[in-house]
């Protein structure tokens, strides 16, 4: 054993930013398609995404009494929402933001929300690696059955200080199966304590390669592939 010591140098860790965004939409099997599932396919970058704001729900006490004491307490489930911000988004999110297409360059809106995967990347430093200095030091989080809810959108006039619209949406999701373990609607892997080969096969996955379209694999799929 040995004895805890604190602030050692390297050991000052934190995470920051927010990059490298992914929008899966979900796919249904096709019958005529020998071996085809449905699933979060065909991604496309996310670019301008400005924040990721997670705002889990739930896990909330019940206190039950006997005896005249306390005698244990019930936890809720506990649910994943999130914000996410951007000062664009890629057009196949249209149709998840309730937009359908009447004509060439002409949506229609209030129309039914198409379900997304959505990744994207934060950055790991610390006192001696400052972050984004280093690209193998990053997690990833990979969310799961996303409903966008709608959102308010300012339009203001251009004036002597001219600002780009930063626009948001509400993020509600439904848990997957996870093996062994509570469904979950959000997974994060850490690039520090994957193994390289396995962190490279993953993001061939998620990112696409010359032969495969990117994809969100479920997290069965990921157990098996990370283990």
Not at 51 to 69: F, T
Request: hydrophobic letters at 35%.
């Amino acid at each position: 054993m040995a004895k805890i010591v604190w602030d050692e140098i390297g050991t000052h860790f934190y995470e920051t930013g927010v990059d490298h965004g992914i929008l899966y939409k979900y796919v249904e099997a096709d019958p005529e398609v020998t071996g085809d599932k449905a699933g979060f396919k065909n991604g496309v970058a996310w670019n301008g995404l400005t924040a990721v704001n997670e705002s889990p729900s739930g896990a909330e006490p019940s206190p039950l009494w006997a005896d005249n004491i306390k005698y244990l307490n019930l936890i809720s489930n506990e649910e994943y929402a999130a914000t996410v911000e951007a000062y664009t988004y890629p057009a196949e999110f249209e149709e998840c933001d309730g937009f359908g297409e009447l004509a060439t360059g002409v949506t229609v809106g209030q129309q039914p929300r198409k379900m997304f995967g959505l990744c994207y990347r934060t950055l790991i430093g610390n006192d001696v690696t400052p972050a984004g200095s280093n690209s193998e030091m990053y997690k990833l989080h990979l969310v799961y059955n996303c409903t966008a809810s709608p959102s308010e959108r300012a339009h203001a006039t251009v004036n002597d200080s001219p600002e780009a619209a930063n626009m948001s949406w509400s993020i509600s999701t439904t848990p997957v199966e996870v093996p062994k373990m509570k469904p979950t609607a959000c997974i994060t892997i850490d690039s520090t304590k994957i193994a390289k080969e396995k962190l490279t096969a993953l993001e061939k996955i998620l990112y696409g390669d010359e032969s495969n379209a990117p994809r969100l694999p479920y997290p069965t799929e990921l157990a098996t592939l990370l283990a």
